[in-house]
């Protein structure tokens, strides 16, 4: 299995991915480090921060996952995003802990992928 068939297999749209960054596979995987790097520094502040201050990094992961064609971990930084926004406790309290297992999950698919040559 290549790296894009596993990141495939995890939900990543890696063709939409590479067209977002220019077309450059390889590129591509660079991005893909630094997002594993942002994620290094953003989810464990997100996990720290009072609700209201989850819009901005909610923001930035929505962002981030769109871009690399993580198209279902995009959607629930999206909806953090609004709750947060909205200053709907109960939905951030709702959305969070899933938002944040969806990114370990891909965080992991694409750390195992970028292991590949």
Known sequence: ??????????????DTGIAQVGGDPAFYREALALFLAENARRIPAMKAAAPEDLVRPAHGLKS?????????C??????????????????????????????????????AALEQT
């Open 1 to 14: 299995m290549s790296w894009r068939d596993s990141l495939t297999a995890a939900g990543v749209d890696t």
């Open 64 to 72: 981030d996952c769109r871009t690399l064609g993580a198209a279902a």
């Open 74 to 111: 995009g959607d629930l930084a999206a909806r953090l995003e609004r709750a947060a926004r909205d200053g709907d406790d109960a939905a951030v309290q709702t959305v969070l802990p899933e938002l944040l297992a969806k990114t370990e999950q891909l965080d992991a698919a694409i750390r």
